[in-house]
């Protein structure tokens, strides 16, 4: 008898549940839903959430990049032995032998009348850097810290001529030179510097900021020289006879937060730059 009444009861509910059933599945199956990708397209698509009052152009100089082979930017080479200064990615021999192998070691100079400064912008149709540039000082007296290497021939500056292309190389007489390597002399011949082409003379922008990794390439140069050739303070130097630390200045390494497991000297470098160029420092972001 109790399983008649309950059988009864649940036939009842059924009965009046059922219309209100079939209406909500009439109502799901008459709204059509987009496609995921029509919803992605059409939001993609709308540009009113974009403002218009915002200039995205940080960069005053568009260029495009430089020609190698202008007789004016990069004269002949006179036949007498050849060297070349370096002052910020080739005083790294690890980075100057990627160029050509066969050249003489780096040996500590210092070079008067000229100034290093952040102003080279190295155009690209990716994305680029500003890079240390070197320019012809009005005062005589200025200086800073580099290398000089010996070429194994006149040819083999060809080979630098292109990799250096945003600079024009200018021959340096060797009374502007000062020899550091205490057991060392400059030796006769032609030396020459790459200098700032001056249409990509300009100092760091957003479209062009100084990279961390193209500064641990350069310090890293300094402190094998002063290493090597046993030259206290010589790393100092290098930031203090460069002009124009300045944002933006972002961290490029591959791991920013464990740079020493690419970077062997990230430590000492980070150490130098915080006591040598502070407030340039503490504004690097991480990118």
Not at 29 to 45: C, D, G, M, V
Not at 57 to 83: I, R, V
Not at 159 to 174: A, G, I, L, Q, T
Not at 258 to 270: E, L, S, T, V
Request: charged share 20%; proline share 7%.
């Amino acid at each position: 008898m109790e399983f008649l009444k309950v059988k009864h009861f649940i036939c009842t509910l059924i009965f009046f549940i059922q219309p209100f059933y079939s209406m909500e599945k009439a109502l799901h199956e008459s709204t059509i839903q987009p496609p995921l990708e029509i919803i992605a397209s059409n939001f993609l698509n709308k540009t009113d959430f974009i403002p218009t009052n915002v200039n995205f152009t940080t960069s005053t100089k568009q260029l495009p990049p430089p020609t190698f082979g202008e007789s004016a930017c990069y004269p002949e080479a006179n036949g007498a032995s050849q060297y070349l200064i370096g002052y910020g990615s080739l005083m790294s021999t690890a980075s100057k032998d990627r160029t050509y192998s066969n050249t003489g070691e780096n040996v500590p100079v210092r070079i008067y009348g000229y100034s290093r400064l952040w102003n080279c912008k190295g155009v690209s149709v990716s994305y680029s850097t500003t890079y240390l540039g070197a320019l012809l000082s009005a005062n005589k007296s200025s200086y800073f810290n580099g290398v000089v290497f010996k070429l194994p021939s006149a040819s083999a500056i060809l080979d630098y001529d292109k990799r250096e292309s945003f600079y024009c190389r200018e021959e340096v007489p060797m009374s502007k030179l000062q020899m550091l390597a205490p057991t060392r002399r400059l030796a006769a011949g032609q030396y020459w510097i790459y200098v700032t082409r001056p249409e990509y003379d300009e100092f760091p922008t957003r479209t062009y900021p100084i990279v961390q990794s193209y500064v641990d390439t350069f310090l890293s140069g300094c402190f094998e020289m002063e290493e090597k050739f046993n030259i206290p303070g010589y790393a100092d130097e290098c930031i203090s006879t460069t002009e124009e630390w300045v944002s933006p200045w972002v961290n490029d390494r591959i791991f920013p937060r464990r740079p020493f497991m690419h970077q062997p000297n990230a430590g000492k470098i980070d150490r130098l730059l915080n006591e040598k160029a502070p407030k340039a420092f503490r504004n690097i972001m991480i990118e």
